[in-house]
């Protein structure tokens, strides 16, 4: 508990030092900028957006709207607006103070998918209150595991050396054994205040239903992994509305009219896919690369390293020496393999018409609080063949139509919150250019180019110092 006290309290005073959530007084204006505003039509040139404090009151063709003068004006020219990004599946834990990296990297919300519900919703709390930037929280809290499971997993720690990790993972776990414990366990998560019930196993086929109508009854989303001691459709049937990570290795084995049928029951249900492609894709890297990214703490191999907390980079450590300790774990090649199949039935998916959601599972093993949305985007349209406007969806308006907010987020439209992102290059012409980006506006507050690096070098110090 001390570690992670004074990681919140150096989270609070790094954000207080050189930023606020509190949208400016007077009317913010975009002029002349490139409007993609998320619903999926053709991107708008010559087009402005008022924003009064923390919402869009007014968008046109700049020729025909007025404002005042006291309003601060953002010249948009040869410039793209975007409505800021989700990404709908990390873990939000060992921050240290890195939790503003979502923001200057144009992630104004995120799906907490496990995490100590206690330190989540403190650090949610400040975010909305405005006493710390970060992005828009909502959360699982301690994640679902099945008894069995848990206690080979611990075994398995303290086994291997890695006892001292028991303590921090079983914070973020919740375990239930049959379907009465499986269903008090929920019932339990539901009275604590979560936003929905993540499962990542269960101990049988019952438990799992009985975990499902438990979440249904609670009026709560289950989402969470694929449990193989059900089907695909049983899935999406039991009314689980998201399945993580591309783990669908043996799934082309299946005829074309069985593939058909599992897409149709997902496409029924509203059940959407989130691939987190860019945590499967550094599973296949050799170990030498891994290595070379977990010890690079200057950011001479990728300058992302220089932001990654000291708590999550020794995370990152004792996670590649607990895979060279298994002996029965697949070569970088064969889980190749695997995710080259996976990503083969997702693109099918896709294809098919399965709704996705961009996810990076960060901070897994080399992927970056923010960042790597970025990369996930980029997967999403050079592994699964999205168009650059429907990867764009995947991250915006996909995630709040499915959080039940598509009414305050998700596109650029009069009424909604000002959660923008302001790029200097075209993302329908080049995914790759989300990475562009000029200015953030999260809640009508205004973080430009300068304000961005100032805060990544007051993040990079204090890491350093520490």
């Known amino acids: 508990m001390k570690n992670a006290f004074s990681s919140l309290v150096l989270a609070v005073v790094l954000s207080l030092s050189c930023t606020s959530a509190e949208p400016h007084d007077e009317l913010l204006v975009i002029t002349e900028v490139t409007l993609i505003d998320g619903t999926g039509g053709a991107a708008r040139p010559g087009m402005t957006v008022v924003i009064d404090r923390d919402r869009i009151r007014e968008i046109g063709a700049t020729a025909s ?76 809290g301690r994640m679902l595991e099945s008894t069995g499971w848990l206690d080979q997993y611990v075994a398995l720690l303290r086994e291997q050396g890695f006892g001292e990790q028991t303590e921090p993972f079983l914070g973020t776990r919740i375990s239930a054994g049959d379907s009465a414990e499986s269903v008090a366990v929920v019932e339990s998560l539901a009275a604590s205040g979560v936003d929905f019930i993540k499962i990542r196993h269960a101990a049988s086929k019952e438990a799992y239903l009985a975990i499902a109508r438990a979440a249904d009854q609670a009026g709560l989303q289950l989402v969470g992994h694929y449990l193989w001691i059900v089907s695909l459709t049983e899935t999406a049937d039991a009314g689980q509305k998201s399945v993580e990570h591309n783990i669908y290795p043996g799934f082309n084995d299946q005829t074309d009219q069985e593939k058909a049928e599992i897409f149709d029951a997902l496409i029924l249900n509203g059940t959407h896919l989130v691939p987190t492609l860019v945590a499967g894709r550094k599973e296949t890297w050799p170990s030498e690369v891994a290595s070379a990214i977990v ?107 499915f959080m039940g907010l598509d009414s305050q987020l998700g596109t650029i439209e009069a009424g909604k919150i000002a959660d923008l992102v302001l790029l200097d290059a075209n993302p329908l012409v080049n995914i790759a250019n989300t990475r562009e980006i000029n200015t953030v506006i999260i809640g009508g507050r205004v973080i430009d180019g300068t304000e961005r690096s100032e805060i990544l070098a007051e993040i990079a110090a204090a890491i350093a110092g520490r």
Request: charged letters at 20%; aromatic letters at 6%.
């Open 65 to 140: 709207l007025s404002y005042p003068r006291s309003a601060r004006v953002i010249d948009g020219s040869g410039k793209y607006l975007i409505p800021g990004l989700w990404d709908m599946h990390v873990h939000l834990r060992d921050l240290e103070g890195t939790l503003p990296l979502f923001v200057v990297n144009g992630v104004t919300s995120v799906r907490d998918m496990g995490s100590d519900f206690e330190a989540t919703t403190a650090i949610r709390d400040q975010v909305a209150a405005g006493t710390l930037l970060g992005p828009r929280i909502k959360t699982s």
């Open 295 to 401: 010890s690079d703490r200057d950011g001479a191999v990728d300058e992302r390293n220089r932001y990654v907390s000291n708590a999550i980079r020794k995370s990152w450590q004792e996670t590649l020496a607990m895979n060279a300790a298994d002996e029965g774990r697949p070569s970088a090649g064969a889980i190749g393999h695997i995710v080259t199949q996976s990503n083969e039935f997702l693109r099918e998916a896709h294809d098919a018409g399965v709704p996705m959601m961009a996810g990076t599972d960060a901070p897994t093993t080399a992927v970056y609080f923010g960042s790597s949305l970025h990369d996930e985007l980029q997967l999403l349209v050079d592994e699964l063949g999205m168009t650059a406007i429907d990867a764009l969806r995947s991250a915006s308006s996909v995630p709040a139509a």
